[in-house]
């Protein structure tokens, strides 16, 4: 590499100078920044070789600018999902219901009553409507809501099984995604983990054993939601778990993971109203199969939930306003018989959904190679795995340069790379996401020679 390519580097004086950069209205700390940046990019890209001459002041103005505007937008961005995937957890799991989203914008900008009675203009309590709705929707005697369900988890093993020993089978001591692992919240909690049967098979009887020698005074049923064993298996239903439980007088705790409602479209995924029948507390996430906020949602026993609530962690844990909002209106939506877009989206019928990925398609022809796709969808977010639901997709090409255009686009749109197309999978799309993708690949067309 040599040193007279490096100082073909316009000086940062003369690059700030430019009109691009002189007379763009952005704050000039920002502008300095993302020059000083653009300078190191371009440094480190003649070191390495990865241009082979200094690009001139109004190049570099260019990018320097581009860099500015970028972080002038705020990070955090609304994209559109044609994955196929409904709750991707990079994208946000589950997209709030209009009623969802309007509660929480007229709660965001100004006051509001989440800890004051209105009937006796007193303090009230935080959660009552959320909690009674679960208690109808559920058949719980007792419900509370907190960050989300990791700290669901942990507030239920340290509040109501601290130094007891915790059985658990062996084939649920699951990771479930960003280090959350069981054997390590267990640790965290406080309960000694007792581990039962194998990774493949696990029997009541080594529930029983457990507890008759004095290992275990509780047992613990996680649901495995994010991966299916299948061969040579068995597991103890959380029926007969339930009675084990009832009859050696031991509690019997449920982390459920996606917390399916019996009245969603989820085919072979135990429900909440099931669980709250057998287990002395249930944990759910909010924002999985339920369709709404980040929550995590602690359903049971009266008793129990009350010393859950009075417990200090319980305070460290507490939902915020907003996500309060977003929950209560969630669960109005399921009360009125009109899940939440989620559960829409997981129960699409796929006849319906290639008439949708035709309809787009027909819009997108005219702009670009296209055609219409099977592809089949998934719940994500590590609920129904190994289901694979009939979707069907507008398949683009070319493929990895509309990946690149349409992730830099305004909106970004995200799809999936597959044999050489890029697929934009209907099931995902919102009302509006279909416009939003013709105006940017109207653009693309456009910049073509
Ligand atoms: C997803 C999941 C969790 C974690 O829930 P979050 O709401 O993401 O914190 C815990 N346990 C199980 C079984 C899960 O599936």
């Not at 209205?25 to 020059?35: C, Q």
């Not at 929707?137 to 509370?144: D, I, M, N, P, R």
């Not at 055609?371 to 289901?387: D, I, L, N, Y």
Request: proline share 6%; glycine share 10%.
């Amino acid at each position: 590499m040599s040193e007279n390519k490096l100082s073909g580097l316009p000086k940062m004086d003369v690059l700030l100078a430019r009109p691009e950069l002189a007379e763009c209205a952005l704050p000039y700390a920002l502008v300095r920044r993302a020059a000083r940046q653009a300078l190191e990019e371009a440094r480190q890209a003649l070191r390495s070789g990865a241009l082979d001459r200094a690009p001139t002041a109004a190049e570099a103005a260019a990018w320097a600018l581009a860099l500015a505007r970028a972080q002038a937008r705020p990070g955090l961005r609304q994209v559109v999902n044609a994955t196929g995937i409904v709750l991707h957890t990079n994208l946000g799991r589950a997209p709030l219901s209009p009623r969802a989203a309007q509660a929480v914008s007229r709660i965001a900008g100004g006051y509001c009553n989440v800890e004051y009675d209105l009937r006796t203009g007193s303090r009230g309590g935080r959660t009552a409507r959320v909690e009674a709705l679960l208690k109808d929707l559920t058949g719980a005697e007792g419900a509370c809501v907190v960050n989300n369900n990791a700290a669901a988890v942990l507030l239920m093993l340290s509040v109501l099984t601290p130094g007891l020993g915790v059985a658990i089978s062996r084939g649920e001591l699951v990771e479930i995604g960003g280090s959350f692992r069981v054997p390590d919240i267990m640790a965290r909690s406080g309960a000694r983990l007792v581990e039962v049967g194998t990774t493949n098979k696990t029997r009541l009887s080594d529930y029983a054993a457990a507890l008759d020698a004095g290992a275990a005074q509780a047992l613990l049923k996680v649901h495995p939601s994010n991966f299916r064993v299948v061969g040579f298996t068995q597991a103890a239903e959380l029926e007969e778990l339930g009675e084990l439980a009832r009859q050696r007088r031991v509690p019997l705790l449920c982390d459920l993971g996606s917390g399916a409602l019996a009245a969603g479209p989820f085919s072979g995924e135990p429900t909440v109203e099931e669980a709250v029948r057998q287990a002395d507390v249930v944990c759910f996430s909010g924002d999985k199969l339920l369709g709404g906020p980040q929550a995590g949602i602690l359903v049971g026993r009266a008793a129990c939930l009350d010393r859950l609530k009075s417990d200090p962690l319980f305070r460290a844990l507490r939902l915020d306003k907003l996500s309060l909002a977003a929950l209560e209106g969630t669960l109005m939506d399921w009360r009125d018989g009109a899940p939440p877009p989620a559960a829409a989206m997981l129960g699409a019928d796929g006849d319906r959904l290639r008439e949708r990925a035709e309809a787009l398609a027909a819009r997108l022809a005219p702009l670009c190679p296209c055609e219409v796709m099977e592809s089949p969808g998934q719940a994500g977010g590590g609920s129904m795995p190994g289901v694979s639901l009939p979707g069907w997709a507008a398949a683009l090409t070319p493929a990895e340069e509309l990946e690149r255009f349409f992730r830099e686009w305004a909106t970004p749109i995200i799809g999936r790379i597959h044999r050489g197309r890029l697929l934009l999978d209907v099931r995902t799309l919102l009302p509006g996401d279909g416009d939003i993708i013709t105006a940017a690949l109207a653009r693309w067309k456009e910049g073509r020679p």
